[in-house]
């Protein structure tokens, strides 16, 4: 893995710098961790939206873009992420490296970012009035869109009544009927907080000279600090007493077959953990998998099938894309496979692909500036602080045994079913 | 090997031909632990009519290239080609498009052992009639997954809108119907005359040996050249477009529109073709992005939600700009880009709009590099044109404000150009169980 240096900028504030010259772009990109939170939710996401559309000294989208053009097509994007119960704000930008273009752009790059974080249009007391009835629109198509995406609504629908009264069950697009209610006055409000009660990150990644980055983030990019957000665990254990079916229709051509499981593992309880990643991929984690080569080869029920895990919360979903009148035959296949692995049902080869195919993956994270700083990222907001080597040496270390008790309490908690 | 250099870049770039016709590519990235191969067919979805030298014309279902593409990895020894991937841990993969079937893997460890795997089973057919019906209810699967993705059917009633005798108009993977024709004597007919070495290439990039790259490619690289010559038969496309419009109900929230220019500089001979390309492109960013006023005066307006995507399209027959989005009243849409780019054409592009957009697509295509998969897959279709990818950049930056504006002349035209919308249900009923 490249090169980590971490610096602790006080405050809850930490800069991560990788230091790489792999490639012709610079990563830089700032995370802002808080709890998740319903009333917060959709005015983050709105806010977000609000704060690339113009900044004091850039006014319109138009000129924002075009600042981005001169500084040789440098590419932004900011999401909202859900790790667990946790909500992380994104800010991601992408600059060519200097040496491509035969000057220096950091610097500009960095006052770019300052300018779009810690300038924004305020009037009135409120962040950007004249833009927020174009954005309320968006925010509002954005959510209603989700059904365009069938696999992914019948996911989130799952998640929604697997975990409902869960803070996990939170939407991280917001809310259709919070919408209106919020003014630019609400979102300077959650602008300041956002600023000065996260935990931040700040993570770079290209070829530079770290002293002259440490001290350009740290003159450019300095945040007004207040009381940091104390930010628990997860509630990561959940009994399930009985299994519950939900069926939606809306007519579509391929059913939807999304199973939500609990698994009631602590990610710190680490052979436990690595153990279940190794039993998922056996599951489902790709073309290795059981779900793959009988779900799938042999039994020809669909095309798309697979299953993965959530680290913080504790869960493992499957997803299939079927015939609607295959629901009970997939259903019970799936089932079958869920029980081979829990009861040790899988063989040798079995386990070394697994293990091949996820450490695999893991090594192939240094090769993307974008895999590397969220891996980076993942490890902090964990507070493991592993490196990619470390991940692979666990993963090597489980063996038959662990696998079938980190399935122990591995449950069935909903079965959803879009048609 | 034979090697270039190329300074504006910073890449180095390996070439063999081996004895068989096949040729092989190699771009070394120093420091990365991922090493990617890719093997792709000059036969795509488009080469449904074919005839080898002075043999008959045939004719083969729709979908054939795709299904082909699923049966490659079908081993006569009833194991799947993805098993060895996974036991050496290589991640694989294979697609289909218009023109190209590339068969793909990436590694972290045995690479050279997942090459020479990669190359035995692509030159390894074998279909019976077992495994033929099998891939069919999968593919039917798969065919239902698109059918069910707006993002798809707008984009594909596109192309059906713009042409009428172009096979490009018929879908990648084909019909359910038509996969159900399909035979292993018709899977045979199609590999014998496609997947001949004269009519492949092989992209690896990764911090290698190109001399142990060499032997292992040396030593799998089995197949017979075909001598006698592939004549590939698509009708004639007029320059008429097929239907101005096309619309359809779907579960969308927000009507999702493709607008398609339809264009003819695929005829242009080769030499001229990837400057031509980058032109379109710089233009269509000039047009659309959002630094521009067309963009803002849309958005502004509410009439339009989130950005443009889209881009100009070219490959051997066909070439076209697909401008795709969101909007209330797509129609409405077309008129103001229409209308917009008739001032265009009027006013002229100004130097300093010419200048700052050719700076970010500068930006733009030495940052897209640092996808290992990017550089590959088009590096491949590029060779398959005829074209050097890598030539990209020093062609972009000899690029002027003249060949902008004269472009803007015969691309975009309106009387060449289509809509096709997806639409909202008109009574959308979502009910539980």
């Given at each position: ?10 405050n ?27 009333k917060?939710i959709t ?76 300038n ?30 069938k ?78 957000q104390?930010?628990?665990r997860e ?22 077959l ?10 710190f ?59 009970e ?6 089932r ?48 493991t ?6 991940v692979?040496?666990k ?18 908690d ?6 | ?20 016709g ?15 191969a ?5 036969f ?6 074919f005839?080898?030298?002075?043999g ?6 729709e ?36 023109n ?38 999968i ?59 004269l ?31 592939i ?10 477009i097929?239907?101005?419009k096309?619309?359809?109900?779907a ?68 070439s076209?700009?697909l ?13 103001e880009?229409d ?13 300093d ?12 295509f030495?940052?897209s ?8 897959n ?51 009923e979502?009910?539980?169980?």
């Open positions: 893995m490249s090169d980590l240096r971490l610096f602790d900028l006080g809850e504030t930490t800069l991560g710098l990788i230091k790489t010259d792999k490639f012709k772009s610079t990563l830089i990109n700032i995370y802002f961790l808080r709890n998740i939170d319903r917060e005015r983050l996401s709105l806010l977000i939206n609000l704060l690339s559309t113009g900044t004091s000294s850039m006014p319109t989208i138009k000129d924002v873009s075009k600042r981005l053009d001169e500084l040789y097509g440098m590419d932004m994007d900011m999401n909202l992420l859900k790790y667990g119960e946790k909500i992380c704000t994104r800010f991601r930008f992408f600059s060519v490296a200097d040496k491509y273009i035969g000057r220096e752009i950091f610097k500009d790059a960095v006052g770019f970012i300052k300018e779009l974080l810690l924004p249009i305020v009037e009135d007391d409120g962040i950007n009035p004249k833009m927020i009835e174009v954005e309320r629109e968006n925010i509002r198509e954005e959510i209603r869109s989700i059904i365009n995406d696999a992914m609504y019948a996911r989130i629908k799952c998640i929604e009544n697997m975990c409902e009264g869960e803070a996990y069950s939170i939407s991280s697009l917001g809310y259709l009927e919070d919408i209106d209610e919020i003014t630019p006055s609400d979102l300077l409000n959650t602008y300041e907080q956002l600023l000065s009660t996260s935990k931040i990150f700040i993570a770079v990644e290209g070829d530079f000279e770290e002293e002259q980055i440490v001290e350009t983030i740290k003159s450019e990019l300095k945040f007004p600090r207040e009381t940091i104390k930010i628990p509630d990561f254990k959940k009994t399930v007493d009985e299994v519950r079916y939900i069926k939606e229709v809306v007519n579509t051509k391929q059913g939807k999304v199973i939500g499981y609990r698994t009631n593992i602590d990610y309880d680490e052979e436990k953990y690595y153990s279940l990643l190794v039993a998922n991929s056996i599951f489902g984690g790709g073309p290795h998998s059981k779900l793959f080569r009988n779900v799938r080869e042999k039994e020809s029920l669909c095309y798309s099938i697979s299953s993965d895990t959530e680290k913080y919360k504790g869960i493992m979903m499957v997803g299939a894309g079927i015939d609607p009148d295959n629901y035959k997939t259903l019970g296949f799936i079958k496979e869920f029980s081979n692995v829990k009861e040790g049902r899988f063989t040798d080869d079995e386990v070394k692909n697994a293990k091949k195919n996820i450490i695999n993956n893991l090594k192939m994270v240094v090769d993307s500036n974008i895999g590397e700083t969220d891996f980076t990222y993942n490890q902090y907001i964990s507070g602080y592993f490196t990619v080597e470390d692979c040496k993963v090597e270390s489980v063996n038959r045994e662990t696998i079938i008790k980190s399935f122990e309490n591995v449950d069935e909903t079965v959803y079913f879009l048609r | 090997m034979e090697k270039s250099y190329n300074d504006i870049i910073n890449e180095h770039l390996y070439f063999d031909r081996q004895e068989n096949l040729e092989v590519y190699y771009v070394p990235k120093h420091g990365f632990e991922k090493s990617y890719i093997l792709g067919v000059d795509g979805s488009n080469d449904l009519e005839s080898l030298g002075e008959k014309i045939i004719n083969v279902n979908g054939i290239a795709h299904f082909l593409e699923h049966k490659m990895f079908e081993q006569p020894d009833e194991s799947n080609a993805f098993d060895k991937f996974s036991e050496f841990g290589a991640s694989a993969n294979a697609f289909t498009g218009f190209m079937t590339a068969y793909l893997f990436s590694t972290t460890d045995n690479f050279y052992k997942s090459l020479d795997h990669l190359i035995s089973y692509v030159q390894t057919p074998h279909y019976t009639e077992e495994n033929v019906e099998k891939e069919k209810g593919i039917a699967q798969e065919i239902k997954m698109y059918e069910d993705n707006p993002d798809w059917q707008v984009y594909s009633n596109c192309l059906k809108a713009m042409y009428s005798k172009n096979n490009i108009r018929i879908d990648v993977a084909g019909s359910v119907d038509s996969i159900y024709k399909i035979t292993p004597d018709e899977l045979y007919s199609c590999y014998n005359t496609f997947y001949n070495p009519n492949m290439k092989l992209f690896i990039v990764g911090d290698l040996d190109e001399e142990e790259i060499m032997k292992t490619v040396k030593g799998a690289n089995k197949a017979k050249p075909l001598n006698e010559k004549n590939r038969y698509n009708k004639a496309e007029p320059m008429e097929s239907k101005k096309i619309e359809v109900r579960h969308v929230s927000m009507p999702m529109f493709f607008i398609g220019y339809k264009d003819f500089s695929y005829k242009l001979a080769v030499e001229n073709q990837l400057k031509n390309e980058i032109v379109s492109d710089l233009l269509f960013d000039i047009i659309f992005s959002e630094s521009g006023d067309l963009h803002f005066k849309l958005y502004n307006e509410g009439l339009i939600f989130g950005n443009f995507s889209g881009g100009y399209v070219s490959n051997k027959d066909y076209h700009v401008l795709s989005g969101a909007a209330k009243d797509p129609e409405k849409v077309k008129f880009v209308k917009y780019i008739q001032k265009l054409r009027k006013t002229g592009i100004k130097e709009v010419f200048e700052r957009t050719k700076r970010g697509k500068i930006g733009g030495l940052k590099f640092d996808s290992v998969s990017f550089l590959a088009n590096f491949l279709s590029y060779k398959f044109r005829g074209l050097n990818f890598l030539d990209y950049l020093e062609v972009l930056r000899d690029v002027e404000l003249e060949d902008i504006n004269l472009r803007l002349e015969e691309l975009f035209l309106e009387k060449y150009s289509v809509i096709s919308i997806v639409k909202p249900m008109k009574d959308e979502v009910g539980f169980e």
